[in-house]
């Protein structure tokens, strides 16, 4: 059976934007007819999103799934680590919880997920034209190399050709991609085929000198500089650190998030960021909640328990409180649902240590957590207006008491959710309400706001805009060639 061609994009660091290579790229060639199906083998996100199969996988998957025009799969990130503590992590593998392990443990048995991360890339490649793979991190982090399964570990597992990409936009490129070729293994250079500079500001004519250096330092060629696109910051962030990249309204009216130490599935707000008329302020540890915040949004949350001392630690409960006693409304989402609520019990210590703590306070609900997890592609409606919404569920536990006799969503004949008598304290377990215009229309006019944003659209354009970009200024059929030179020295996908 021929092997189907891939291509694997590395990077010299974390944010380098492997991500956005991987959906531009998936989208430019689904548009030359190919059949494209993205991949990643070991992702570490909070950022989750559930997969056509009911699974877990990266939001970069889902993005990079829609950006190729197809249904976002679990094989598509077969392993998942989503962080629970500074030095543990949730496992996830093919879209099922696998384990609880510390990093060190981690380390020491992430071989033996190889088969699994081979298996799910099998898959996937029998029934596409090209497989896009994304690494994790850097090659250049020898430290982990023992076991890799996320960069060329992979690769070489999988026999899948290299680019390397490298970000000028945080300095040092040259160095970064030199140094990465110095710590590679004679065997790990030969698999990289060429290099990509990312994020570049200005004229690239002037870098030329730079990509000569790197050839000649490396014995890689470019295949291209790619200018900063501002359409790109439209995509929905996986990582935390990516809270404050986009959408920097002058809209006058303000939602207050909390930055809490477990954040999740923050790309939930990504819509109310994108509109004219708000004014989305993340607000950092040591940071009141403004005081003139019209609303303020609990986010999601990887440790309920946890991040609600935390965010008691920073005072935000105090100005929470206040917040409504001054009239102003308060959205919980998932875990940030669980914490308006009085109690949140444990009892097997599913979230951290058994126990039952107190909530906020300001839902009349209590909180029940279990091992049973929740991960379900959803449709309903918006009780107040029928609005329709589409979204998912990804959570722990169940929640009841009075207020969840007054839900906010009806999802497929079942109630969800449940708001306070006067309506200002509300909370779901549904993420990706806000992606629905209906529902995010009718929640704003609920404010006074109104919105003008059309989401889905938003995003098409930005995959769109991101092909004609990578079309313009990267190689792509060099990558092809690239992509089809694979060699079938394994079984992997045969």
């Given at each position: 059976?021929?092997?189907?061609?891939?291509?694997?994009?590395?990077?010299?660091?974390?944010?380098?934007?492997?991500?956005?290579?991987?959906?531009?790229?998936?989208?430019?060639?689904?548009?030359?007819?190919?059949?494209?199906?993205?991949?990643?083998?070991?992702n570490?996100?909070?950022?989750?999103?559930?997969?056509?199969?009911?699974?877990?996988?990266?939001?970069?998957?889902?993005v990079?799934?829609?950006?190729?025009?197809?249904?976002?799969?679990?094989?598509?990130?077969?392993?998942?680590?989503?962080?629970?503590?500074?030095?543990?992590?949730?496992i996830?593998?093919?879209?099922?919880?696998?384990?609880?392990?510390?990093?060190?443990?981690?380390?020491?048995?992430?071989?033996?997920?190889?088969p699994?991360?081979?298996?799910?890339?099998?898959?996937?490649?029998?029934?596409?034209?090209?497989?896009?793979?994304?690494?994790?991190?850097?090659?250049a982090?020898?430290?982990?190399?023992?076991?890799?399964?996320?960069?060329?570990?992979?690769?070489?597992?999988?026999?899948?050709?290299?680019?390397?990409?490298?970000d000028?936009d945080?300095?040092?490129?040259?160095?970064?991609?030199?140094?990465?070729?110095?710590?590679?293994?004679?065997?790990?250079?030969?698999?990289?085929?060429?290099?990509?500079?990312?994020?570049?500001?200005?004229?690239?004519?002037?870098?030329?000198?730079g990509?000569?250096?790197?050839?000649?330092?490396?014995?890689?060629?470019?295949?291209?500089?790619?200018?900063?696109?501002?359409?790109?910051?439209?995509?929905?962030?996986?990582?935390?650190?990516?809270?404050?990249?986009?959408?920097?309204?002058?809209?006058?009216?303000?939602?207050a998030?909390?930055?809490?130490?477990?954040?999740?599935?923050?790309?939930?707000?990504?819509p109310?960021?994108?509109?004219?008329?708000?004014?989305?302020?993340?607000?950092?540890?040591?940071?009141?909640?403004?005081?003139?915040?019209?609303?303020?949004?609990?986010?999601?949350?990887?440790?309920?328990?946890?991040?609600?001392?935390?965010?008691?630690?920073?005072?935000?409960?105090?100005?929470?409180?206040?917040h409504?006693?001054?009239?102003?409304?308060?959205?919980?989402?998932?875990?940030?649902?669980?914490?308006?609520?009085?109690?949140?019990?444990?009892?097997?210590g599913?979230?951290?240590?058994?126990?039952?703590v107190?909530?906020?306070?300001?839902?009349?609900?209590?909180?029940?957590?279990?091992?049973?997890?929740?991960?379900?592609?959803?449709?309903?409606t918006?009780?107040?207006?029928?609005?329709?919404?589409?979204?998912?569920?990804i959570?722990l536990?169940?929640?009841?008491?009075?207020?969840?006799?007054?839900?906010l969503?009806?999802?497929?004949?079942?109630?969800?959710?449940?708001?306070?008598?006067?309506?200002?304290?509300?909370?779901?377990?549904?993420?990706?309400?806000?992606?629905?215009?209906?529902?995010?229309?009718?929640?704003?006019?609920?404010?006074?706001?109104?919105?003008?944003?059309?989401?889905?659209?938003?995003?098409?354009?930005?995959?769109?805009?991101?092909?004609d970009?990578?079309?313009?200024?990267?190689?792509?059929?060099?990558?092809?060639?690239?992509?089809?030179?694979r060699?079938?020295?394994?079984?992997?996908?045969?």
């Amino acid at each position: 059976m021929p092997v189907t061609p891939a291509l694997m994009i590395q990077a010299t660091g974390s944010n380098a934007g492997k991500s956005t290579l991987v959906a531009g790229l998936a989208r430019a060639l689904v548009r030359r007819g190919l059949k494209v199906a993205p991949f990643k083998p070991q992702n570490m996100s909070n950022n989750a999103a559930v997969a056509i199969d009911g699974g877990e996988i990266g939001r970069a998957q889902a993005v990079q799934a829609r950006a190729a025009r197809m249904a976002p799969s679990v094989h598509m990130n077969p392993v998942l680590l989503k962080p629970e503590t500074d030095m543990g992590a949730q496992i996830i593998v093919q879209g099922k919880r696998w384990g609880t392990l510390r990093a060190k443990s981690y380390l020491e048995k992430k071989a033996a997920l190889l088969p699994a991360v081979l298996e799910s890339f099998a898959r996937l490649a029998r029934e596409a034209d090209i497989v896009l793979v994304e690494g994790a991190g850097s090659p250049a982090e020898i430290n982990l190399r023992a076991g890799d399964i996320a960069n060329m570990g992979f690769a070489h597992a999988a026999n899948v050709p290299v680019l390397l990409a490298g970000d000028i936009d945080r300095g040092g490129v040259i160095a970064s991609i030199a140094g990465t070729h110095l710590v590679l293994e004679p065997e790990e250079r030969a698999r990289i085929h060429g290099f990509i500079i990312n994020k570049f500001r200005g004229d690239p004519a002037l870098f030329d000198n730079g990509l000569t250096a790197i050839t000649r330092l490396t014995g890689w060629p470019s295949l291209g500089v790619v200018p900063w696109l501002p359409q790109a910051a439209w995509l929905p962030a996986e990582d935390a650190v990516d809270l404050d990249r986009t959408h920097a309204s002058s809209g006058t009216r303000i939602i207050a998030v909390p930055v809490l130490a477990r954040i999740a599935n923050f790309d939930d707000l990504d819509p109310l960021g994108m509109e004219p008329g708000v004014k989305l302020v993340f607000v950092r540890p040591g940071e009141p909640i403004p005081g003139n915040a019209d609303v303020v949004i609990i986010p999601g949350s990887k440790s309920t328990i946890g991040d609600l001392a935390y965010l008691r630690a920073q005072g935000w409960d105090i100005d929470i409180k206040a917040h409504v006693r001054r009239g102003g409304h308060v959205l919980g989402l998932c875990g940030g649902y669980q914490m308006l609520g009085r109690t949140i019990a444990d009892p097997d210590g599913v979230d951290g240590s058994p126990g039952t703590v107190d909530g906020l306070g300001l839902l009349d609900i209590a909180t029940l957590m279990s091992a049973d997890k929740s991960t379900t592609l959803i449709s309903g409606t918006h009780c107040a207006t029928g609005a329709a919404i589409e979204g998912y569920e990804i959570h722990l536990g169940r929640s009841e008491g009075t207020d969840c006799a007054r839900p906010l969503l009806t999802i497929d004949g079942r109630p969800d959710g449940a708001a306070s008598i006067d309506g200002r304290v509300q909370g779901t377990y549904v993420h990706g309400l806000f992606t629905s215009d209906a529902f995010r229309k009718a929640w704003l006019a609920n404010l006074g706001i109104a919105s003008t944003l059309a989401y889905e659209t938003r995003i098409e354009t930005a995959l769109d805009a991101l092909a004609d970009h990578f079309e313009t200024h990267l190689d792509i059929e060099q990558m092809l060639k690239i992509a089809r030179s694979r060699q079938s020295t394994n079984d992997s996908d045969a």
